[in-house]
T-cell receptor, first 113, second 114 residues
């Protein structure tokens, strides 16, 4: 069965500092991988996704993530945090050919001025 | 209208009430989903419909009854709920021809059961 683990339910960074949100998955075969972001009182929106090909994926708002098969990881990074990045971030996996997208528990990012 | 629209945004109901949540997508997608988001828990997939046919029911109690009359509309009928059913209910859609299955979410319906 697929599962997603996000290390750290809360991460706090200073404005301008590196953002690193960790995600590990378990799956018998490499799945499709996603990061979604949720701002207060809103639904989730896609930040980026990995399907096939290049393992470093770039998304919106300066975020990127790298798929590392050997580590079963898909960590999200951004070189310089902005106040507007404060939100909850969800890592998700989807088995190829299926309709089930499984989400991690989420990591709330706080950005300090 | 754009994207995925959910109504009502907020709902308060007693345990004996019957109410419904509505979701409408204007993206031409074929698959629609209900997710439950509770505090400090991962999003829980409840139901999946593809071309109006239910393809997933994730062991959801029968007090939640989905209905998908067409590919653009999805309902969640609520009956004799429990206080622990209070949560944010998120509707999403995707294009089944999109092999990656990116989900497009509505803003959610915040349900409080008294």
């Amino acid at each position: 069965a697929q599962s997603v683990t996000q290390l750290g339910s809360h991460v706090s960074v200073s404005e301008g500092a590196l953002v690193l949100l960790r995600c590990n998955y378990s799956s018998s075969v490499p799945p499709y991988l996603f990061w979604y972001v949720q701002y207060p009182n809103q639904g989730l929106q896609l930040l980026l996704k990995y399907t096939t090909g290049a393992t470093l994926v770039k998304g919106i708002n300066g975020f990127e993530a790298e798929f590392k098969k050997s580590e079963t990881s898909f960590h999200l990074t951004k070189p310089s945090a902005h106040m507007s990045d404060a939100a909850e971030y969800f890592c998700a996996v989807r088995h190829i050919g299926g309709f089930k997208t499984i989400f991690g528990a989420g990591t709330r990012l706080f950005v300090k001025a | 209208e754009t994207g995925v629209t959910q109504t009502p945004r907020h709902l308060v109901m007693g345990m004996t009430n019957k109410k419904s949540l509505k979701c409408e997508q204007h993206l031409g997608h074929n698959a629609m989903y209900w997710y439950k988001q509770s505090a400090k828990k991962p999003l829980e997939l409840m139901f999946v419909y593809n071309f109006k046919e239910q393809t997933e029911n994730n062991s959801v109690p029968s007090r939640f009854s989905p209905e998908c009359p067409n590919s653009s509309h999805l309902f969640l009928h609520l009956h004799t709920l429990q206080p622990e059913d209070s949560a944010l209910y998120l509707c999403a859609s995707s294009q089944d021809s999109d092999i990656a299955g990116e989900l497009f979410f509505g803003e959610g319906s915040r349900l409080t059961v008294l």
